[in-house]
Every structure is written in structure tokens, then in C-alpha cells.
């Protein structure tokens, strides 16, 4: 059973940095497509940064130049989201999330960001 583990959140000051790390469990073969996503409270679930099957990186405007998203150098199904420059909207609870076949989702980390 393939499960994605998501560690990390917490609570930050503005401009605070914060590090959320998936680990995917169960796996026959990898994520050819990995992400990040985040809910604010009473928004839609947003995309926050992904890596195509190409290998290519995605971010949203929101967070480019503040997020960077990697993979772990040990265990290739277990990723990263380096968070620098927190800002109040960066809060809300961040899923990761991964496809092979189908969509695999985390259970969330929540993130707040507040001074």
C-alpha cells in the first residue's frame, strides 16, 4: 500500500523559513510526478511547486524565488519543500502529493505563519 508521509510544518515567524520533507512508502517503482500543494482555510487547494516526469520544475508565482523544492540525495521517494521568507499567506496545510499509475496524496502538514 503506497502511503506519502508529510513532516515538517509548524509555526514560523514572517519571514521565518520552515522545511517540509514527503516520504512515499510502498512504492514498486517511483514518482515520475511529484508536488507540493497547500488549503488555506475556506480556499481551494492550490499548487505550490511540481516536478514533471521530465524533471522539470514548476513553481507558482506566489512562491518563486522563496520555495525550492528537492529531492532527498539518500531516498529518491522522499522530497523536500525549503521554505525561506515565510509570509502570512504561506499558511494553510501543505499536501504532497505524487502520481505513478494514479494520484497519491499526503495527509497534510499545517503551516502557520505569524508574528
Known amino acids: 500500500q503506497v502511503q506519502l508521509e508529510e513532516s515538517g510544518g509548524g509555526l514560523a515567524e514572517p519571514g521565518g523559513s520552515l522545511r517540509l520533507s514527503c516520504a512515499a512508502s510502498?512504492?514498486?517503482?517511483?514518482?515520475?510526478?511529484m508536488a507540493w500543494y497547500r488549503q488555506a482555510p475556506g480556499k481551494q487547494r492550490e499548487l505550490v511547486v511540481e516536478?514533471?516526469?521530465?524533471?522539470?520544475?514548476?513553481y507558482a508565482a506566489a512562491v518563486r524565488g522563496r520555495f525550492t523544492f528537492s529531492v532527498d540525495n539518500a531516498n529518491k521517494d522522499t522530497w523536500h519543500l525549503q521554505m525561506n521568507n515565510l509570509k502570512p499567506e504561506d499558511s494553510g496545510v501543505y499536501f504532497c502529493?505524487?502520481?505513478?499509475?494514479?494520484?497519491?496524496w499526503g495527509r497534510g502538514t499545517q503551516v502557520t505563519v505569524s508574528g
Open positions: 502529493f505524487g502520481r505513478q499509475g494514479r494520484d497519491y
Open positions: 510502498g512504492l514498486i517503482f517511483s514518482f515520475n510526478h
Open positions: 516536478r514533471t516526469r521530465d524533471r522539470t520544475t514548476n
